[in-house]
């Protein structure tokens, strides 16, 4: 089956802020209350978008989430028109209204799990929207998600999008972020990785959990998207993050490896018993494809530091297969400006032993200070071409959808802003305006609660 990925980045909301509202994620926690540029920030997304679309690769856009969201306010209890809210919010509860008011729906790689079509029991292509139930900025994306997803995936023969796993203690699903799909090519059956950080069956043996930082992937939700994504028990494999990762800054697995068909990038402290899991995909990939060769990168701790993985992105990294043939690391800048992992890198390149031929480093600083990399930054979908047809075109990115979306953000966006600015109602509005209008360039008809009213 020929078939291709497309990757949906995220477009950065309006409200870009540096809130501090991640613990564990490093990167956040540390620029809590510093200036943003949400500007800036939309226009480095829009082009990694361009850079990827101008590679040759499939690529395509998700519009942002409303913030702040009056709605969550109105749930916790605050009354009257939304100039009032805002106020009564900033003043009682600063710390719900900053959550209330994050541009987080740009990281769409926690906003579902995608299994193609191949790979799932019922020929379509299955999307689970996350519950993100860890964080509570992070907990009222779902619904938005979901309405997104319908909007550009909206053929039921093709494709279906599930409710999120339901919400709990310990039951939380972070999406695509903890789930590699391993195949010869994107059209063949894949091996799913599924990560997960906490398992409620094994919390009482020592070890297993992280000490400093709390873990956000529950193996119930793991579990639950795989079954619901009718998938093989032969194409499905489940492993737990190292907690020692964890600990390090490591919230989302897909910040200590990243892989792309045939290809496995892992730093050595990635899980936990590491070595009988990396024989486990071999031997899995070898029997689902007469033989064939996972090909595992395993890099040392001698070599890149688990905090310079961390620090620089590394493995935040998206891995690409070139329309040429041959793969490409589209890294952060942060790589080529820290030596453990830039000398990798060029070690990697100039060996020529594996299929990665080049590392291409973009500007994302703007989403990196909120602990969000390239690959935080985009949604994998892969498509047969019949299912590609049924995109809507104006969510392709391409030379028009990238003018037309710069010229947007110039007209709509704030050049900075700092956490005291959520609670202005011009914000709201301009925000609401600009969403507006977006739904019109991307042709998506009405999706946000403040059109459909
Ligand atoms: O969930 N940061 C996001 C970053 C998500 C990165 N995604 C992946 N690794 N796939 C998070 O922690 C920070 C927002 C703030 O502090 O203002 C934030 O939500």
Partial sequence: M?????????????????????????????????VANPRAAALQGLAKMKFMADLGLPQAVLPPHERPSIATLRAFGFSGNDAAILRAAARHAPELLRACASASSMWVANAATVSPAVDSGDGRVHFTPANLNSKLHRSIEPPQTGRALRAIFCEPEAFVIHDPVPAGQGNGDEGAANHTRFAPAHGRRGLQLFVFGHDHRVTARSGSLPRRFPSRQAFAASAAVARGHLLPDCQVV???QHPEAIDAGVFHNDVVSVGNENVFLVHELAFAGQRSLLRELRRRFAALHRGAELIVLEVRAAEVPLADAVRSYLFNSQLVTLPAGGMALIAPIECRTNPHVRCFLENLIASGRTPIRQVHYLDLRQSMRNGGGPACLRLRVVLREAELALIPAGVRMNDRTHRRLVRWVER???????PADLADPQLLEESRRALDELTQLLGLGSIYPFQLV
């Avoid at 020929?2 to 613990?23: M, Q, R």
């Fill in 2 to 34: 020929k078939a291709v990925e497309i990757n949906f980045d995220g477009l950065v909301g309006p409200t870009h802020n540096y809130a501090g509202l991640s613990l564990g994620n490093v990167a956040s926690m540390a620029h809590r209350g510093t």
């Fill in 238 to 240: 489940f492993a737990r």
């Fill in 412 to 418: 709509h966006y704030r050049e900075s802003l700092q």
